[in-house]
């Protein structure tokens, strides 16, 4: 007896919706799911890491790629090249509380909020997950257009156009003729060293060495394995995770550059001057002033915004 004679009586949710581009380099935080996520390539070269049991297993995703990754699962994206990616989150049963409350259905490693996976939507029994599958880009394209093109309202009539080209997309993704797609390389500690770093980035005793010894290997061996998977070096990425955090609090203007810098993990204020402008493009003075002195255009107060290199992806909403 196949999934199809024994399918289950599917309650579909559709919750939020991502498309955007990625840029080369791009490298997302650890996060966990509450929900379902769907995630299709239409353009680029990008790496998706998922925990499975005691290992890491990298998905190596290109034009045509559909990846469903289920909650609870700790997990990142890495944008190899310029890369399209739409993302739908759902679940199978109408079961996820992000839903119904309009949340968000994801909690990053590094944020200190508690994931509590007793809340996780509920799957399938008859379905592995991941789930990867590549399929003609020129078949799942239309279909991701004719689906994020789909009002979301309160009219029953349209909620049905809307799951039921959610489900003429998923229909086509699980009977491609394609062979399913086979993961990638694997690896033990990747994934919790990642996460490691990332909620440690802003202590000053955190280094190549010292996060090498929590895990008991080389330093080699590890700044080794982020390179491979990241494209930089360990030491690179406990910096870029500094500065992305010094953003944060330039932007809020609570504190100096001065401070900001050792808020930070940064002994040295003015390596992380250099260190700033050399990545985001401008000083961490000049991100910091337009909280402090905002301009006047045409008798109204203007602020600055600014935007993390590498990063183009807006939750989608549908045109009026």
Known sequence: MNFHDRMPEFDFTIGKLFHGDWLPGRIER????????????????????????DRTVSYECVAGTALIIPPGRLHCTVAVGSTERWCIHFAWFDDCFCHREDLWPYVFADSGEPFEPERCA????????PFFRTIATAEILPLLRRFFGAADTDDFG???????????????????????????RQGGIFLTAKEYVEKNACSPDLSVHAVAGHFRVTP???STLFRRNLGVSLHEYIISRRIFHAQELLKSGELTVRETAFACGFEDPNYFGRAFARRVGVSPGQMRTPREIPSVTN??????????????EKPHTTPE
């Open 30 to 53: 650890n996060r966990r799911l509450y929900d379902f996520e769907l995630v299709c390539f239409t353009e680029g070269h990008a790496q998706v890491f998922i925990e499975e049991a």
């Open 122 to 129: 509920k799957a399938p029994e008859a379905l592995a997950f």
């Open 158 to 184: 349209t909620k049905l156009i809307r799951k039921g080209r959610f489900l003429e997309l998923l229909g086509a993704i699980f009977t491609t003729t394609q062979p399913r797609t086979k993961p990638g």
């Open 220 to 222: 080699n061996y590890l």
């Open 299 to 312: 008798g109204k107060r203007q602020t600055s915004t600014s935007q993390t290199p590498g990063f183009a």
